[in-house]
């Protein structure tokens, strides 16, 4: 009862003049004014509630928020890190795969350097015994050195043959400029008509593997008088 009193005179504190049917009938309704009172008083304690859960909301909100950006850049970072590894894995894996190949495709190439400079001495003596022989002596009439002869011209051209198959070409470069990484200079000598730096004169035949010098050429070379 002594609630429904605090709420009645509360109720009929003068605020502002009211109309005396309504004063009437708050008097004779003290339990209906202290209720829509108390009413009154939840809803605004329900408001008050309400906002400070939205603010406690907002700043939890903000803060997971902060933490998730914080994350996120750590996360780009290790990415870009992640990345920039990958990369240049990839790059050093294409340089050895690259290496890798120019060691195969030269060992393909190079491979039988060994004995093509053997068979070079066999294409020197061939050459050699062509030329010795006497070409006055090559007649009808002596049909064992002709034939002989014959021979020897035809097993050097074969031999050639096989040499330009698997890229081992000559160099006989007589009357040629001087060139240091496919010539070897035994001597130099004035020559009248020939130009100061030339080749005058091939002392032994050179030979190229596929553009690399095997062999150099055995030369001699024209200089001032």
Request: hydrophobic share 35%; charged share 30%; proline share 5%.
């Amino acid at each position: 009862m002594a609630a429904v009193a605090q709420c009645v005179r509360g109720a009929l504190r003068p605020r502002l003049p009211l109309h005396p049917l309504l004063s009437a009938a708050i008097r004779t309704s003290p339990r209906l004014l202290c209720a829509a009172t108390q009413q009154k008083n939840t809803g605004q304690n329900l408001e008050e509630d309400q906002s400070q859960s939205q603010n406690e909301h907002k700043a939890e909100t903000s803060s997971a928020e902060k933490l998730l950006a914080e994350e996120k850049a750590k996360l780009e970072e290790q990415l870009k890190e992640v990345t920039d590894k990958y990369k240049r894995a990839l790059a050093d894996a294409e340089n050895v795969r690259q290496r890798s190949q120019k060691l195969v495709e030269e060992a393909k190439l190079y491979g039988i350097q060994s004995f093509c400079k053997d068979l070079l001495e066999v294409a020197d003596i061939l050459e050699k015994a062509t030329e010795s022989v006497p070409k006055e002596e090559i007649k009808d009439d002596n049909p064992h050195l002709k034939s002989l002869y014959e021979g020897l011209v035809m097993t050097e051209v074969q031999i050639q043959k096989v040499f330009k198959k698997h890229g081992l070409l000559r160099l006989d470069p007589v009357g040629a400029k001087f060139d240091p990484y496919e010539h070897e200079a035994l001597f130099h000598t004035p020559m009248e008509g020939k130009e100061p730096g030339t080749i005058a004169l091939v002392s032994k035949i050179g030979y190229k593997l596929h553009g690399r010098t095997l062999r150099p050429a055995l030369v001699g070379v024209v200089k001032d008088p």
